[in-house]
């Protein structure tokens, strides 16, 4: 009889962060395909495979990190560019190019793809014709949450981990804590049906615990998860207009 009224255990998330995070799930994936093109979207990780050594140093190296972050992203075509804080802008050519900055002193490989990877997210969050759910207050973390959509969880968990220790001298900093960005990256994979062990070898110690706890705190929610897989993408009426983004090969 004790059995059947043990509490429930504790979810990962409070039920207001939780539904946050579903339902802005459910408006990147309206505005970018759909549950099909979310599917072709890839668990990006801080291997050879994904970043290849390039043996380059200083500027050039951060601009070929860049390069490899906006494929990954399935944004090659897209009109942008990186540069140094501080640094003039480039002349004008007519066409509009979105100038991306970092902090030259920003050296971490793995800090710089999270950096990156979250300027490309607000790029897109910008195009979207549904403004994000809970309006310009909830603006900056969906702008977080977009980046874990996009494939980049992995990044931003271990790098809200280094910002919160002092072990990185130039540490990057999010509007969403480490256990709402572990709970993205959980939610992330239970959607593509990824086990926890796709990116557990590649997170910090203690941010590996934090997923399994979350991805399974999740299996709870099979229903929200039947929603999300039943979202039509929203098309604009112009093709031409169409700003999602797209993976090549």
Same mark, same amino acid.
């Given at each position: 009889?004790?059995?059947?009224?043990?509490?429930? /255990?504790?979810?990962?998330?409070?039920?207001?962060?939780?539904?946050?995070?579903?339902?802005?799930?459910?408006?990147?994936?309206?505005?970018?395909?759909?549950?099909?093109?979310?599917?072709?979207?890839?668990?990006?990780?801080?291997?050879?495979?994904?970043?290849?050594?390039?043996?380059?140093?200083?500027?050039?190296?951060?601009?070929?990190?860049?390069?490899?972050?906006?494929?990954?992203?399935?944004?090659?075509?897209?009109?942008?560019?990186?540069?140094?804080?501080?640094?003039?802008?480039?002349?004008?050519?007519?066409?509009?190019?979105?100038?991306?900055?970092?902090? /030259?002193?920003?050296?971490?490989?793995?800090?710089?793809?999270?950096?990156?990877?979250?300027?490309?997210?607000?790029?897109?969050?910008?195009?979207?014709?549904?403004?994000?759910?809970?309006?310009?207050?909830?603006?900056?973390?969906?702008?977080?949450?977009?980046?874990?959509?996009?494939?980049?969880?992995?990044?931003?968990?271990?790098?809200?981990?280094?910002?919160?220790?002092?072990?990185?001298?130039?540490?990057?900093?999010?509007?969403?804590?480490?256990?709402?960005?572990?709970?993205?990256?959980?939610?992330?994979?239970?959607?593509?049906?990824?086990?926890?062990?796709?990116?557990?070898?590649?997170?910090?110690?203690?941010?590996?615990?934090?997923?399994?706890?979350?991805?399974?705190?999740?299996?709870?929610?099979?229903?929200?998860?039947?929603?999300?897989?039943?979202?039509?993408?929203?098309?604009?009426?112009?093709?031409?207009?169409?700003?999602?983004?797209?993976?090549?090969?």
């Amino acid at each position: 009889m004790r059995q059947l009224f043990r509490p429930k /255990p504790k979810s990962f998330l409070d039920a207001a962060r939780r539904e946050w995070q579903f339902e802005a799930f459910a408006w990147l994936l309206r505005g970018c395909g759909g549950l099909p093109r979310f599917l072709d979207t890839a668990l990006v990780l801080p291997t050879p495979g994904h970043f290849p050594e390039q043996g380059m140093k200083g500027h050039a190296a951060a601009a070929a990190l860049f390069r490899l972050v906006r494929d990954h992203a399935g944004m090659a075509d897209w009109p942008c560019i990186v540069e140094p804080e501080h640094t003039a802008a480039p002349p004008a050519t007519g066409e509009r190019i979105r100038v991306i900055h970092y902090p /030259p002193a920003l050296q971490q490989p793995e800090l710089l793809v999270a950096h990156f990877a979250h300027e490309l997210a607000r790029f897109l969050v910008e195009s979207l014709h549904e403004p994000p759910p809970g309006g310009a207050e909830l603006y900056e973390p969906a702008v977080d949450l977009a980046t874990t959509f996009m494939g980049f969880g992995v990044f931003m968990a271990n790098s809200a981990a280094l910002s919160s220790s002092h072990c990185s001298a130039h540490p990057v900093r999010w509007d969403l804590n480490e256990c709402e960005l572990v709970h993205a990256l959980a939610l992330f994979c239970q959607l593509r049906k990824l086990p926890p062990e796709a990116a557990e070898p590649h997170l910090n110690a203690h941010v590996r615990k934090y997923l399994r706890l979350a991805m399974r705190d999740l299996t709870q929610f099979e229903r929200d998860f039947q929603k999300l897989r039943s979202v039509f993408p929203v098309m604009p009426i112009d093709a031409s207009e169409c700003t999602m983004p797209t993976r090549h090969g």
